[in-house]
């Protein structure tokens, strides 16, 4: 059994012992690289749905996601993405090489694909 490493948990009064995402601000985050990350967490897949929404911790956005999202390594709330696109919150530096080079093995994967012959596809689609 895999255990998830969770990421992007923030300070509420429910857990007030969690980081406060204010402390991790970085407006010199290179555009490029943050882009990928958002990307990646939006592209997570969903395990868990709560029955309410999160609030941003930082300006209040009340509909700031209701879902778990994993990779099948990491775990992190739906509305990680925000804070990263719209506040420029860094990640533990583990969780953004990985993510980084996640990307880098998905683009060669894609690549890969993209110039293999379609014989695969046509059987699976013949009836």
């Known amino acids: ?36 990350v958002v990307a990646y967490l939006r592209g997570g897949l969903p395990v868990l749905h709560m029955m309410g929404f999160s609030s941003c911790r930082i300006c209040n956005l009340s509909a700031n996601g209701n879902a778990e999202l994993t990779d099948g390594s990491y775990l992190w709330p739906e509305g990680l993405a925000h804070y990263v696109e719209d506040h420029s919150v860094r990640l533990p530096s583990e969780f953004e090489r990985h993510v980084l080079q996640r990307w880098e093995i998905l683009e060669a994967e894609a690549i890969r694909a993209h110039k293999a012959p379609p014989e695969r596809w046509m059987r699976m689609t013949q009836r």
């Open 1 to 36: 059994m895999t255990i998830l490493i969770r990421v992007g948990y923030w300070r509420s009064e429910y857990e007030p012992t969690l980081p406060d995402p204010r402390g991790h601000l970085d407006e010199t985050w290179d555009d490029d690289e943050r882009e990928l």
